[in-house]
């Protein structure tokens, strides 16, 4: 079939505003908008006509602005709001016949399927998980048995298709019960790849999935998008623990300067930056422990970068309190990282955590004992 | 190179006289803990489960169990904290960057 043209014609660009006035003014005209959206949203770039009413159709191409969005987001800003409404989308010219593709509101979810679909003719059910991505709301039920059902009644999917089957992503099985919804909703569920970039090939193979499209990576790349977030969550409890020193220095009893500044902050970048672009490379399971080894030659790099051992620039006590406090600190920053991974288990993170925790608050309460002591020998 | 995690740690657990062979399990397992044997799915790798309970809430026949969770260590310190069962609470921007 054609490829669906991504430039709007000023005729639809006209008849999109004045549905969008009416809709506003509660004014009906003779089809209705199954799912409502904005004349900002520029993806949309026409209307799909259904015997239901009106479907959007979206562009496959992210323009700058999606791409800004997305850039956004992966730095937490306006992360928690980045959402499209949620309802049926049209991508291409769908029939009745057409696939259907589930997915979640979240924009940069919607955006990374969307930009994998080019040239295909299919609908899109997008689920309202609140803006988060499908993994992550299978884990609070917004993207789950109950919501697909009822997203499927409201949109009266049954009548604008001729079929019986949806395609899910995979990594939305843990919160959907595929044989309730076939139960409560008469749809068939068939899981896709985990990735929208195979999406194509699964549907041009017959809806099979080779064992590549089933497996969940965790590529450099997929942990260097994930690295700007953790260093933005990690300047709170920063921000709070060098206003604690500062305070400490104010009163006389720290002696917190320039070289602790810049070895916590290394300490952090090991822990957040470090550890997860270098995790399948360094050596042991346990995050804390990854997060401990980079952490200590980062602890060493601080003493020799001040002339240990020959002229040291501090005294012995503060270099092994140097060598107790980073190690942990990039241990707590790596042991966080678990919650970003694709493979930690529940079991798993408590069992590193009950030696973990209490090792970094022993080692950190020692390693600042050991500063103030020095500061007063 | 692969990711592997802790040995030994998965609660997952498989009753292979309740199972009636029909595969979902390997369709929705993310890390390919299964295998379909002559007999029904057997776990094939037990150490490779994150316990994400996509197998368990697609078992048709209910032969699956697994203690679900988030293997998130912000989740787990946020219960800890708070006295609550460990929960991904990333709406709030208190916990981890995970979702």
Redesign the interface.
Known sequence: MEINKDRLSKKTLKAIKLRALNLKTGKNDAKSLITPYSTKDDWVIGEIDTPVGLVPQVSTRLSTRDRWGGIKARWGVNRMDYKINPGLYAVGNPKADSHVLVTANYKLTFDMLRKELSGMNLWVLVLDTKGINVWCATGKGTFGTRELVSRLKRTRLNEIISHHTIILPQLGAPGVSAHQVHKQSGFRIVYGPVRAADISQFISSGMKATQEMRQVTFTAYDRLVLTPMELVQAIKPSIILFGILFILNLVGIGPFGLVDFYAYLGALVMGCVITPLMLPWIPGRAFSFKGWLTGLIWALAVNIINGFPVMPVYSTLRAIAYILVLPSVSAFYAMNFTGSSTYTSFSGVLKEMKTAVPAMAVTVTAGILLMIINSFV | ???????N???LQLNADKCIGCG?CT??????VFEMQDRGCAVRARD???????CV??C?AGALEV???????????TGWLTGSE???G??N?S?????
């Open positions: 190179m692969k990711h592997r995690y802790l040995k740690v998965s609660t979902r369709e929705v397992c993310p890390h390919q490779l489960c994150m316990e994400c309970g996509a809430k697609n048709p203690k679900p969770g988030v293997g998130c260590a912000a989740a787990i310190i460990p929960a991904c990333c709406s921007d916990s981890g960057g995970c979702c």
